[in-house]
């Protein structure tokens, strides 16, 4: 059973920096891709950033482009989210989510099977 674990959250001000980490477990193979998601209150889920496990780089929104940075560890089970800069816009829950079948659909929600229960990042101006 595929599981997925975010820690790292917390409340910063602006300017400062959190590292996000999602731990999964359940995995066969190294066939797969996790992504970060963002919902701020009364919002969508929006997508942050991706990295497909098997690759090195990660791909980002616009929004934080520069400023946050995802890798993993060398076991491959976990991913960390560097956001550095932080901007009170990027206050919201932040979410890890796993696909199986990587491929373009890794910028919107429906593209990932599995998502961890959140984290709370809240930037103060």
């Known amino acids: 059973e595929v599981q997925l674990v975010e820690s790292g959250g917390g409340s910063v001000q602006a300017g400062g920096s959190l590292r996000l980490s999602c731990a999964t477990s359940?995995?066969?193979?190294?066939?797969?891709?996790i992504g970060w998601f963002r919902q701020a209150p009364g919002k969508e889920r929006k997508w942050v950033s991706c990295l497909v496990i098997s690759d090195t780089s990660g791909s980002y929104a616009d929004s934080v482009k520069g400023r946050f940075t995802i890798s993993s560890n060398s076991a491959k089970n976990t991913v960390f989210l560097q956001m550095n800069n932080l901007k009170p816009e990027d206050t919201g829950v932040y979410y890890c989510a796993a696909s199986t079948t990587p491929g373009p659909f890794l910028v919107v929600p429906d593209g990932y099977d599995y998502w961890g229960q959140g984290t709370q990042v809240t930037v103060s101006a």
């Open positions: 359940g995995f066969t193979s190294d066939d797969y891709a």
